[in-house]
């Protein structure tokens, strides 16, 4: 106690008082070194590793971090940063506390700059760990330094060196707009290279991502009712959905008392502040007279086809969410808006004030004005009850297939709209490839962070700093994708009557979406691209978007081939059933032969760069575990060809060392 104290008093007197005026900017080449406290917790620590780091790469001298007493006790020259809570009391002649959930801090003092904020105990590099020291400073390095994070690796990054670069005088204490902000890159990580996962990690702390809120949305019966094990529906039949005269699950009679009761005490026993109640995924949802009696007569869903669900959904969440209030007024409920109950309650006036509703949409379906229209009308009715709104997008999931499906402008509208009605946080699926969609990560990640910034200026800022001498070629490669896209969106298929992404519109319509001239358009620009980038992180880039190009190529003849395979008869089970509408089998035959190379082709480059932020092998191992979307094996099986898949979890666990 008496050493910490002696610190803190020579400390306070090598520091001089704030001045009264504005902060002058500093030299950042005068800045010799990052002090931290002696405790300096693992955030701490990190963050001023970091910090030390870039700042000599910047720079080109060495900045070393140093503990607080060695800084106390010896003769220092130039500038430091005070990292941390103790460094910025000693900084700052008081204390910064307390902190907000992920506050932070940037502000000059005399002697340098301190970067502070509220610092958890755990990991620093997951987001689950609050981390405002690492926020501010990367908010300086990124914000006023000019270093940019695009994708995991280390090719995925631009450092400038600039020796004569200034840290302009700062003083900004704020909390994230967004209370979560996170992406899922890819299917499962389980599938992916301990080297991809690291640096997955990294870039999302560097990317200010964060998930500190104790927080789950996701479906819950699987959980709360042991439905793998099956022993709740032995015991319990009647608490299952009614499903043409019988019982059966995954989804619960949402009427039914001891559901309801079940479901209050899975959410008083759970870990999470917010606890998932949402129903289990797909239908087959409850026909008992008492369920159906809390649906609105002539209300339809999202398909035009069934009744709409949310009037009973939502009298089982609110009947939950007051219970658990009653008894536990700290603990709150996390529900879904999906599918079949999408859409607001029509008798329902008010929603419980625990209950936060996980709002699922894509907004790359806002190409479209009516699916905006209709998302601004739902989020209006929402709004009226009372709903606590969080964003739940599907930015990259396996409706792309990890092709150029690129929606930036509507990313960043669509953010900047939430935030503007009142969504308190935003969290979704998106995709390990980077190499065909890095536009649509730039603008989920920094609208995220700022949905108030300037919306014109997200995407210029991507395109200089990441592939600099040959950013015009580089948008215009990414644009023709995006264009082909604004052209032709109305042209997918209507099997499904929505105006969102439904899978089955998509899937078999892709070479109308993206056609060949959209193709070799995207094609000239990289050409373009490569033949002027020079040698080294450009030139690096644009080899990368070269393999996702060249998977986009394979994936959509791939596609149509599967299409008019089933159209010749072969058992392709490709999404929709399409019946056999020719019979000519020297076409079946060779069309088999040539799908099959690109199959083949296509777990090959699955495999040939799984550290790269590349086309994601856990998606299509996961089909292959799970047995759907087998089109390949398909393929294979008509053939009479028995070769096993290379891209399962047991296969990809052997190979490139997890």
Same mark, same amino acid.
């Given at each position: 106690?008496?050493?910490?104290?002696?610190?803190?008093? /020579?400390?306070?007197? /090598?520091?001089?008082?704030?001045?009264?005026?504005?902060?002058?900017?500093?030299?950042?080449?005068?800045?010799?070194?990052?002090?931290?406290?002696?405790?300096?917790?693992?955030? &701490?620590?990190?963050?001023?590793?970091?910090?030390?780091?870039?700042?000599?790469?910047?720079?080109?001298?060495?900045?070393?971090?140093?503990?607080?007493?060695?800084?106390?006790?010896?003769?220092?020259?130039?500038?430091?940063?005070?990292?941390?809570?103790?460094? =910025?009391?000693?900084?700052?002649?008081?204390?910064?506390?307390?902190?907000?959930?992920?506050?932070?801090?940037?502000?000059?003092?005399?002697?340098?700059?301190?970067?502070?904020?509220?610092?958890?105990?755990?990991?620093?590099?997951?987001?689950?760990?609050?981390?405002?020291?690492?926020?501010?400073?990367?908010?300086?390095?990124?914000?006023?330094?000019?270093?940019?994070?695009?994708?995991?690796?280390?090719?995925?990054?631009?450092?400038?060196?600039?020796?004569?670069?200034?840290? !302009?005088?700062?003083?900004?204490?704020?909390?994230?707009?967004?209370?979560?902000?996170?992406?899922?890159?890819?299917?499962?990580?389980?599938?992916?290279?301990?080297?991809?996962?690291?640096?997955?990690?990294?870039?999302?702390?560097?990317?200010?991502?964060?998930?500190?809120?104790?927080?789950?949305?996701?479906?819950?019966?699987?959980?709360?009712?042991?439905?793998?094990?099956?022993?709740?529906?032995?015991?319990?039949?009647?608490?299952?959905?009614?499903?043409?005269?019988?019982?059966? !699950?995954?989804?619960? /009679?949402?009427?039914?008392?001891?559901?309801?009761?079940?479901?209050?005490?899975?959410?008083?026993?759970?870990? &999470?502040?917010?606890?998932?109640?949402?129903?289990?995924?797909?239908?087959?949802?409850?026909?008992?007279?008492?369920?159906?009696?809390?649906?609105?007569?002539?209300?339809?869903?999202?398909?035009?086809?069934?009744?709409?669900?949310?009037?009973?959904?939502?009298?089982?969440?609110?009947?939950?969410?007051?219970?658990?209030?009653?008894?536990?007024?700290?603990?709150?409920?996390?529900?879904?808006?999906?599918?079949?109950?999408?859409?607001?309650?029509?008798?329902?006036?008010?929603?419980? !004030?625990?209950?936060?509703?996980?709002?699922?949409?894509?907004?790359?379906?806002?190409?479209?004005?009516?699916?905006?229209?209709?998302?601004?009308?739902?989020?209006?009715?929402?709004?009226?009850?009372?709903?606590?709104?969080?964003?739940?997008?599907?930015?990259?999931?396996?409706?792309?297939?990890?092709?150029?499906?690129?929606?930036?402008?509507?990313?960043?509208?669509?953010?900047?709209?939430?935030?503007?009605?009142?969504?308190?946080? =935003?969290?979704?699926?998106?995709?390990?490839?980077?190499?065909?969609?890095?536009?649509?990560?730039?603008?989920?990640?920094?609208?995220?962070?700022? !949905?108030?910034?300037?919306?014109?200026?997200?995407?210029?800022?991507?395109?200089?700093?990441?592939?600099?001498?040959?950013?015009?070629?580089?948008?215009?490669?990414?644009?023709?994708?995006?264009?082909?896209?604004?052209?032709?969106?109305?042209?997918?298929?209507?099997?499904?009557?929505?105006?969102?992404?439904?899978?089955?519109?998509?899937?078999?319509?892709?070479?109308?979406?993206?056609?060949?001239?959209?193709?070799?358009?995207?094609?000239?620009?990289?050409?373009?691209?490569?033949?002027?980038?020079?040698?080294?992180?450009?030139?690096?880039?644009?080899?990368?978007?070269?393999?996702?190009?060249?998977?986009?190529?394979?994936?959509?003849?791939?596609?149509?081939?599967?299409?008019?395979?089933?159209?010749?008869?072969?058992?392709?089970?490709?999404?929709? =059933?399409?019946?056999?509408?020719?019979?000519?089998?020297?076409?079946?035959?060779?069309?088999?032969?040539?799908?099959?190379?690109?199959?083949?082709?296509?777990?090959?480059?699955?495999?040939?760069?799984?550290?790269?932020?590349?086309?994601?092998?856990?998606?299509?191992?996961?089909?292959?575990?799970?047995?759907?979307?087998?089109?390949?094996?398909?393929?294979?099986?008509?053939?009479?060809?028995?070769?096993?898949?290379?891209?399962?979890?047991?296969?990809?666990?052997?190979?490139?060392?997890?």
């Amino acid at each position: 106690m008496f050493r910490s104290s002696l610190i803190l008093l /020579c400390l306070s007197a /090598c520091v001089l008082r704030l001045s009264a005026e504005s902060p002058a900017a500093q030299k950042l080449a005068d800045f010799k070194r990052v002090v931290i406290a002696d405790d300096a917790n693992a955030v &701490q620590r990190a963050a001023a590793a970091e910090l030390a780091s870039y700042v000599s790469r910047i720079t080109g001298q060495k900045v070393e971090a140093m503990k607080a007493s060695v800084f106390a006790l010896s003769k220092t020259t130039g500038q430091s940063f005070f990292v941390g809570d103790g460094a =910025a009391e000693v900084a700052l002649g008081n204390s910064p506390k307390p902190w907000k959930t992920e506050e932070w801090m940037l502000r000059s003092v005399p002697q340098g700059l301190v970067l502070a904020g509220d610092d958890g105990a755990g990991d620093p590099w997951s987001i689950t760990t609050a981390a405002g020291s690492m926020l501010a400073v990367y908010t300086l390095l990124e914000d006023h330094l000019g270093v940019r994070w695009f994708w995991p690796g280390e090719f995925g990054e631009h450092v400038p060196a600039n020796a004569d670069a200034l840290v !302009p005088g700062l003083i900004d204490r704020r909390q994230p707009a967004f209370e979560i902000r996170s992406v899922e890159l890819g299917y499962s990580s389980i599938y992916h290279t301990k080297v991809f996962n690291d640096a997955a990690r990294r870039w999302a702390r560097r990317s200010r991502l964060g998930w500190v809120k104790s927080a789950v949305f996701g479906h819950s019966w699987e959980a709360a009712f042991d439905l793998r094990k099956g022993e709740t529906f032995k015991q319990h039949p009647e608490w299952f959905a009614l499903v043409n005269g019988k019982r059966r !699950p995954p989804q619960m /009679c949402t009427t039914h008392p001891d559901v309801i009761a079940r479901m209050v005490d899975y959410v008083l026993a759970g870990k &999470q502040d917010i606890m998932n109640i949402s129903p289990s995924d797909g239908g087959g949802f409850c026909e008992c007279e008492r369920c159906q009696a809390l649906d609105v007569p002539g209300v339809l869903a999202y398909d035009k086809k069934h009744v709409q669900l949310s009037d009973r959904i939502f009298t089982y969440a609110n009947e939950i969410a007051r219970r658990v209030r009653e008894k536990n007024p700290a603990k709150s409920c996390g529900m879904f808006a999906y599918t079949y109950y999408n859409k607001p309650p029509v008798k329902i006036a008010r929603l419980e !004030p625990n209950l936060y509703l996980s709002f699922v949409f894509q907004s790359g379906a806002h190409r479209d004005p009516e699916n905006l229209r209709e998302w601004r009308e739902s989020v209006s009715g929402w709004q009226k009850i009372g709903a606590k709104m969080v964003v739940r997008e599907g930015w990259g999931n396996h409706y792309y297939h990890d092709m150029p499906f690129i929606h930036d402008r509507q990313i960043i509208a669509n953010l900047a709209e939430a935030s503007s009605l009142g969504f308190v946080a =935003a969290y979704g699926e998106g995709s390990k490839s980077f190499a065909t969609m890095a536009p649509n990560f730039w603008a989920i990640t920094h609208m995220m962070w700022d !949905p108030k910034r300037a919306p014109d200026k997200v995407m210029p800022d991507f395109y200089q700093s990441a592939y600099g001498p040959v950013a015009l070629e580089m948008e215009a490669f990414f644009g023709a994708y995006s264009q082909a896209l604004d052209a032709n969106w109305s042209k997918r298929d209507r099997i499904v009557d929505a105006t969102g992404i439904a899978y089955a519109n998509v899937i078999a319509a892709w070479g109308k979406l993206i056609p060949a001239e959209a193709v070799a358009e995207a094609e000239k620009h990289l050409q373009a691209a490569e033949a002027k980038a020079p040698a080294g992180e450009y030139a690096d880039r644009v080899k990368f978007h070269r393999f996702g190009h060249e998977y986009t190529k394979g994936m959509l003849e791939l596609l149509a081939n599967y299409k008019s395979l089933s159209e010749l008869g072969v058992k392709m089970d490709f999404a929709v =059933a399409v019946k056999a509408t020719r019979d000519d089998p020297a076409a079946r035959d060779a069309l088999l032969k040539r799908t099959y190379e690109l199959g083949e082709q296509r777990e090959q480059m699955l495999l040939a760069h799984r550290d790269w932020a590349g086309p994601d092998e856990g998606l299509y191992a996961f089909t292959n575990d799970r047995n759907i979307r087998q089109w390949h094996a398909n393929v294979k099986k008509a053939l009479g060809i028995t070769k096993p898949s290379a891209v399962t979890k047991e296969t990809l666990d052997g190979k490139q060392g997890r």
